[in-house]
């Protein structure tokens, strides 16, 4: 079945480049141009993914957001003209998946459409197996492999992995981690969280200066990237 995305966009040439983009790329796709509107067309339409500019002429796109995260969890891809880290901070927070600052590039906001709908479609499956390029996650078994070896993770470690697995493709703030580990072992302490992503990432990484897997968002937070078959 064709992706459904809902394009929530007031700007007219912003508009016509992701017509011709997404048209291209056999996407079915619906527009509005304020955040009202979005909401009657995402009731109505029920998107698999939205594309959100957060200048809009009746609401703040994180409003948007927050309000559709109240029933929808759809992936949400921000595009804005706001470079702020507090902005993209406060966006991914509300919920969004993925943020990309305009002006943009086409091929690269295809690749992240694409990795979000990769994500749907895995957590559908509903697996107890993931992997990704090399690194394999049995979540039944709770072990994590390399190349089929297993690997020795603390708790810690391996929480912080299982998450960021889970959540592939996506930016988690720090916020977001220290809230999902909250109860655990970190109390609120981003340091203590910076310390277990570097012992994770020598673990996983073949150089962990170079992380391939466990992307840092500088001010931000982390990601795991999704590996593309070729990459591996
Ligand atoms: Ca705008």
């Known amino acids: 079945m064709k992706t459904n995305i809902l394009v929530v966009e007031d700007d007219n040439a912003i508009r016509n480049l992701l017509t011709t983009a997404l048209s291209a790329f056999g996407y079915k796709f619906c527009y509005a141009s304020n955040g009202a509107e979005a909401i009657k067309t995402a009731v109505s339409t029920q998107p698999d993914l939205f594309i959100i500019d957060l200048g809009l002429p009746d609401m703040d796109g994180t409003e948007l957001i927050r309000k559709l995260r ?15 880290i507090s902005d993209k901070i406060q966006a991914l927070d509300t919920g969004a998946e993925d943020y990309l600052t305009k002006p943009f ?24 197996i993931f992997t990704n390029g090399k690194l394999r996650i049995d979540y039944a078994a709770n072990c994590a492999f390399i190349d089929n070896v297993e690997i020795h993770l603390t708790p810690m470690e391996y929480k912080l992995l299982w998450l960021l697995s889970r ?19 970190f109390h ?9 992503m570097a012992t994770l990432r020598k673990k996983i990484e073949e150089n962990s200066s170079k992380p391939l897997y466990l992307q840092t968002h500088v ?14």
């Open 219 to 232: 001010g931000i937070g982390y990601r795991m990237v999704r590996i593309s078959d070729d990459n591996t």
């Open 188 to 196: 609120g302490d981003t340091q203590s969280l910076r310390v277990c």
């Open 167 to 185: 959540n592939v493709g996506k930016i988690l703030t720090y916020n977001n981690i220290l809230k999902e580990l909250w109860l655990s072992d």
């Open 70 to 84: 109240t029933w929808t969890n759809n992936p949400i891809i921000v595009l804005s003209a706001r470079n702020e």
């Open 105 to 128: 590039n086409v091929e690269e906001l295809m690749a992240r459409i694409r990795a979000a709908i990769r994500k749907i479609n895995y957590n559908n499956k509903s697996s107890n």
